[in-house]
């Protein structure tokens, strides 16, 4: 084998474990490892998607990322999430402006304003179907950006060359 065909059997390898974990059920009733779960999803989808970027295949979509300064696409969208969840002490666990740490938090259903913050900062989930997670501000869905990303992510992986 190569060394990009042992490459892409691991990234491959890393998407299979993480589809594993989605399927498992382990976020559609909080369990004592869900969080454990989406932790370990998170740090492997960001080594795929860095490796990926590194190879110029960069996943740039941005559907229903909050963009702000630091995060432009879906790539660091779960760059910044993996590394707030990460190291307890990032401030990336903090509410902006605040003092307000703000972990794993989660909202199942819409519920757009279901923490208000000052006049400013409203966090909540805008869908029905689906699961928000929180670090600090930074919000990422269940289905609209891991469930995509793990559908997309093989066709990504093997258009490497």
């Known amino acids: 084998m190569t060394h990009l065909e042992l490459q892409k059997r691991d990234l491959l390898m890393e998407t299979q474990r993480c ?15 869900t969080q454990s779960a989406f932790i370990e999803i998170l740090v492997r989808l960001n080594y795929i998607l860095q490796e990926l970027s590194k190879k110029n295949n960069r996943v740039v979509w941005a559907d229903d990322v909050q963009t702000d300064q630091n995060i432009k696409d879906i790539t660091d969208l ?5 590394n707030a969840a990460c190291h307890s002490d990032s401030p990336r666990n903090y509410i902006s402006n605040s003092s307000i740490k703000f972990v794993f938090n989660t909202f199942a259903g819409k519920c757009p304003n279901a923490v208000k ?7 909540g989930n805008e869908y029905q179907d689906d699961i928000a997670f929180y670090y600090g501000d930074k919000r990422i869905y269940l289905v609209r950006h891991i469930k995509k990303l793990l559908e997309e992510l093989p066709n990504e992986i093997n258009k490497l060359k």
Do not use: C, M, P
Request: charged share 10%.
């Open 19 to 33: 589809t594993e974990l989605f399927n498992s059920q382990i976020f559609t009733n909080h369990q004592l490892f």
């Open 78 to 82: 779960v760059n910044n999430l993996r």
């Open 117 to 123: 913050i000052g006049e400013s900062i409203s966090l």
